[in-house]
C-alpha cells in the first residue's frame, strides 16, 4: 500500500504540474499584446510637405502627396508585388515602382504591372497649417 | 471540506450508489490488452482538437485575403500561439492515426459481430467525419498546399458522369477553389461536423458501454466464456472492476499519447507541415509536388494509377459500403482471425496493399 | 440481400465500360490529359506553335529555355516581354497588338526596360550604356543575363570569361570585389529565410525589406561604377543586418519552443510511468 500510495502522490503532482503548464499558454493566450505602435502620431506644417515628402511612419516608409485639387494622402511607399519602394513621378502624377514598373494612381490604385494590391493609405488629417498622421 | 462537498452532492442525487453501480461494479474482461483503450484516447484527442479549435477560432480570420496572415500572426505574435496552433496540428495526424489502429484492431479480434454490428456501423461513420473534418481543416489555412490540395481532392468527383461537375461546383462553390470554398469549408469544420461528430460519437460510446466490453478472441478465458444468446447483463468469467482498474490503464494510454504529441512538437515540429504550407496560396502557380495528406495517399495513387477514373471511384465508394455494411457481409460466429485464414490472408493483403498505395503516392 | 448487392456491383462495372464508349472516349481524352488538379491555365498560342514540329529546332528551344527561367517561375510569359495576342492564334504576331519580334541588339535595353526600369536608368548612365548607344556595340542585358533562359541572379556572372571581351577582367575583378562581402549577407538571409520557411515561419516583412534591398543593391551594379558602390555599401550593410537581427530573434523563439515542449513531453513521460507502475501494481 505504502509503495501505492508513493507512486499516487509522485503520479498526482507529475500530472499537475503537466497540466498546469498546459494551461499557462491558454492563458497567455488570451491577452494578445498591445500592438507597439498603436498610437503613433506624426506632425508636419504645410510648408515642411511640399507637393511632396517622404516620411517613416510606424516603421515603414511612406509618402505625403498634396495632389493638385484633391488634398493630401499618406501612402506607403512598399510595392505590393515584391515591397521595393516605390517613387514619385511628379510629371506623370503617378508612383512608379523601379523594380517591375508597377505603377499607381495617387490614390494609390494599381495603374498597370504586377502589383496585386493598391497601396497601403494611413489615415491624415488636415488642421490649418498642420498635418497629422495618424 | 472536499468530503463535505461529496457527502452534499450524495445526500441530494445519490452519488456514491451512481460511481458504485455505473463505474465501480462496471466489469471489464480480464484479459484485455492495451488495444481496449485505443477508443478513449481517440476521445480525449478529439477533446484536445476542439479545446485548441477553439482557441485558434479566437484571431482565425477566414477569409482569403487574411488567413495566412492571421496564421501567420497566431504563430508569431500572439504569445503562445504556436504552442496551440502545432497541438492542433500534430494531434490532428495522430487523431486520423488511432481511428486507423482502433478500427484495425477491432477488425482483427471479430468485435464487429453479433451484437455489436450498430457499433461498427457508427464508428465507420465517425471514421468518415474524421476525414471530412481533416480535408476541410487543411483549407483553413490557405496556404499553396491548402490550396492546391483542396483543388486536386475536389476534382476528383468529376468522375461522375452526368452530376459529376455539378457536385463540384457545390463543394467549391464555383468553378475553381476561392473564398466561397473557403468560407464553406470553415462553416463545415467549425458549425455542422462538431455537433454530428459528438452526437454519433455519444451514440457509439453509449452502445461500446451498454452491450459491454468483448473477450479477446484469442484469450484463455474466452473459451470458458458463454455463448451470446441475448441482451443481458454481461457475466465474464475472469473480470476487474471499470473503476479504479480500467480506468488507470485508459489514463496510462492517455499520457502515452499526450507524451508522442509533444515529442513530436518537440523534435519534429515540421513532420505535418511540409514548405508549400508556409507559403501564402498563390492561384497562377502549381508548386511542383503537390500531395494530398498522408491519410489520403493510398485512395489518391489508386485513382491515378486505375486508368478509367470512373471505374476508380466507384471501386472506391464501392469498398467504403462494404465497409460499412461488413458485419453483415462476414456474420458468422468465429472471431478468432487466427482460426480463418482466408479472412487473415485477405487482410493482410489489404493492409500490404495500403501501405504499398502509400509509400507509392508519396514517393511517386 | 447478397444477390442485390451483387447485382447492383454488376451494373455499375457494366456501365463503367463498355456502354458509355463514345462519351467515354472524349471524357478520357479531356479528363487523362490533364494532370490531376488541374489549374485552370490555357496553352498560350505562342506556345502552341513554338513547341510544334513545324518550326526549326532552335525556335522550338525558346519554350524548354523559358520553362527553365526565373521568368517562367514568377508566371512572366511570352507577351509580357513580346507583345502581340497570346489567346488568338491569328493576333499572336500582330503589330497591331504591339508585337516585337526578336530585338535588334542595341534596343535591347529598352526592350527589357520596359519592366526592369531601375535598372535601365542605371545601365544607360554606365560605361556601357554610353558605348552601346555611341558605337551600336556593348554589352546589352543578353550578353551577361542570356534571353530566355534567364536565371535568379548571381555573382558569378561576372567572371573571367564574359568581362574581358572588350577590356581587361581587371576592371570586373575590382566590382565583384566591392559586391562580395554584401552579396554574402544577401545570401546567408535568404538562407535564414528558407529555414525559417521550413520550420514553418513565413516572415513576410523581412521578405519584403529584403527584396528591396537587394533590389537595390543589384541595380547599383548596373552603374559600373566603384566608387558609388563602395559608398552605398555602408547604408546596405546597415539594413541588411537589422534583417538579419530579426531573423536572429525568431531563431531564438523557436529554440524556447523547442525547449518548452520537451519540458511538458518530459513531464508526461514520467506521469505515464507512474501510473502505468500503479495500474501494474493493482494488478497483483
Redesign the interface.
Known amino acids: 500500500m505504502e ?2 500510495s508513493f ?2 502522490l ?2 498526482s503532482a ?2 499537475l ?2 497540466f498546469g ?2 494551461a ?3 492563458i ?6 498591445k500592438p507597439k505602435l498603436q498610437k503613433g502620431r506624426q506632425s508636419f506644417s504645410k510648408t515642411d510637405i511640399g507637393d511632396a515628402k517622404e516620411i517613416v511612419y510606424q516603421q515603414t516608409p511612406t509618402i505625403i502627396i498634396n495632389r493638385p485639387g484633391k488634398g493630401y494622402i499618406a501612402l506607403a511607399r ?1 510595392c505590393t508585388h ?4 516605390i517613387e514619385y513621378d511628379r510629371d506623370k502624377k503617378r508612383l ?1 515602382c ?4 508597377g505603377m499607381f494612381d495617387l490614390e494609390g490604385r494599381v495603374i498597370s ?1 504586377p502589383p496585386p494590391e493598391p497601396l497601403l493609405t494611413f489615415p491624415l488629417r488636415v488642421e490649418g497649417e498642420e498635418i497629422t498622421i495618424g | 471540506m472536499w468530503q463535505k462537498l461529496k457527502d452534499g452532492i450524495d445526500h441530494r442525487i445519490g452519488l456514491n450508489e451512481l460511481i458504485d453501480s455505473k463505474l465501480r461494479e462496471y466489469r471489464v474482461p480480464g484479459d484485455t490488452n492495451i488495444f481496449y483503450t485505443v477508443g478513449i484516447v481517440t476521445v480525449v484527442a478529439y477533446m484536445i482538437q476542439a479545446v485548441t479549435g477553439y482557441f485558434l477560432l479566437m484571431y482565425y480570420i477566414p477569409h482569403p485575403d487574411h488567413a495566412f496572415q492571421s496564421i501567420q500572426d497566431i504563430m508569431t505574435v500572439i504569445p503562445y500561439g504556436w504552442f496551440i496552433r502545432m497541438i492542433h496540428i500534430v494531434a490532428a495526424n495522430l487523431m486520423v492515426a488511432l481511428v486507423f489502429i482502433h478500427l484495425v484492431s477491432i477488425f482483427f479480434m471479430g468485435n464487429y459481430k453479433k451484437p455489436r454490428e450498430m457499433t461498427w456501423l457508427a464508428g465507420g461513420v465517425l471514421l468518415l467525419i474524421t476525414l471530412a473534418f481533416c480535408l476541410s481543416g487543411y483549407l483553413l489555412p490557405w496556404s499553396q498546399r491548402s490550396y492546391w490540395a483542396t483543388t486536386i481532392v475536389t476534382n476528383i468527383p468529376t468522375a461522375f458522369p452526368v452530376i459529376g461537375d455539378f457536385a463540384v461546383t457545390i463543394l467549391r462553390g464555383g468553378d475553381s477553389v476561392s473564398g466561397v470554398t473557403l468560407t464553406r469549408f470553415f462553416s463545415l469544420h467549425v458549425g455542422f461536423l462538431p455537433p454530428l461528430f459528438l452526437s454519433i460519437m455519444g451514440l457509439h460510446i453509449f452502445l461500446v458501454w451498454r452491450i459491454g466490453l468483448s473477450v479477446p478472441p484469442s484469450s484463455p478465458s474466452a473459451k470458458e466464456q458463454k455463448p451470446w444468446t441475448g441482451y443481458a447483463k454481461v457475466n465474464y468469467s475472469k473480470s476487474y472492476p471499470f473503476y479504479p482498474d480500467f480506468v488507470l490503464k485508459e489514463s496510462s494510454m492517455i499520457l502515452l499519447f499526450l507524451t508522442v504529441t509533444f515529442l513530436i512538437m518537440s523534435f519534429l515540429p515540421t513532420l505535418f507541415l511540409p514548405e508549400t504550407a508556409t507559403t501564402p496560396a498563390d492561384p497562377l502557380r502549381t508548386p511542383p509536388d503537390i500531395k494530398p495528406e498522408w491519410y489520403f495517399l493510398a485512395p489518391y495513387q489508386m485513382l491515378k494509377v486505375i486508368p478509367n477514373k470512373f471505374l476508380g471511384i466507384c471501386i472506391q465508394l464501392i469498398a467504403i459500403v462494404v465497409f460499412m455494411l461488413w458485419p453483415w457481409i462476414d456474420s458468422g460466429d468465429e472471431r478468432n482471425i487466427s482460426k480463418r485464414p482466408v479472412l487473415l490472408t485477405l487482410f493482410l493483403l489489404l493492409a500490404v496493399l495500403w501501405i504499398v498505395l502509400t509509400f507509392w503516392g508519396r514517393y511517386s | 440481400m447478397r444477390y442485390i448487392s451483387f447485382l447492383v456491383v454488376v451494373i455499375i462495372l457494366a456501365a463503367a465500360l463498355p456502354s458509355s464508349a463514345g462519351y467515354r472516349e472524349l471524357f478520357e481524352k479531356e479528363f487523362l490529359s490533364k494532370p490531376w488538379g488541374a489549374e485552370i491555365t490555357e496553352e498560350s498560342a505562342c506556345l502552341e506553335c513554338h513547341t510544334s514540329d513545324v518550326m526549326t529546332i532552335e525556335l522550338q528551344q525558346i519554350p524548354v529555355d523559358w520553362k527553365a527561367s526565373w521568368h517562367y517561375q514568377n508566371n512572366v510569359s511570352c507577351d509580357d516581354c513580346h507583345g502581340g495576342d497570346s489567346g488568338d492564334a491569328t493576333m499572336a504576331m500582330s503589330h497591331q497588338r504591339s508585337f516585337i519580334g526578336k530585338p535588334q541588339h542595341a534596343d535591347i535595353p529598352d526592350f527589357c526596360g520596359k519592366c526592369h526600369i531601375g535598372i535601365l536608368k542605371n545601365y544607360i548612365e554606365s560605361g556601357h550604356g554610353k558605348a552601346l548607344k555611341a558605337t551600336g556595340e556593348g554589352p546589352n542585358c543578353v550578353t551577361c543575363h542570356g534571353s530566355h533562359n534567364i536565371q535568379k541572379v548571381n555573382i558569378d556572372i561576372i567572371n573571367a570569361q564574359r568581362c574581358s571581351q572588350c577590356h581587361s577582367y581587371d576592371r570586373a575583378k575590382i566590382i565583384k570585389q566591392a559586391l562580395f562581402l554584401t552579396d554574402k549577407k544577401i545570401e546567408k538571409i535568404e538562407n535564414d529565410l528558407e529555414m525559417l520557411k521550413k520550420k514553418g515561419v513565413y516572415a513576410h516583412t523581412e521578405v519584403m525589406t529584403l527584396f528591396d534591398t537587394q533590389a537595390k543593391f543589384r541595380s547599383l551594379f548596373h552603374t559600373i561604377d566603384v566608387s558609388v558602390i563602395r559608398d552605398k555599401t555602408y547604408y546596405f550593410t546597415k539594413k541588411l543586418d537589422e534583417i538579419e537581427k530579426n531573423l536572429q530573434e525568431t531563431f531564438q523563439q523557436l529554440s524556447f519552443r523547442k525547449k518548452f515542449s520537451t519540458f511538458l513531453m518530459l513531464l508526461f513521460a514520467c506521469t505515464w510511468i507512474a501510473v502505468s507502475l500503479i495500474s501494474k501494481s493493482r494488478k497483483d
Open positions: 509503495r501505492r507512486l499516487g509522485i503520479g507529475l500530472g504540474t503537466a503548464t498546459m499557462y499558454p491558454l497567455r493566450y488570451l491577452a494578445p499584446p512598399v515584391l515591397g521595393c519602394l512608379v523601379p523594380c517591375h514598373a504591372g
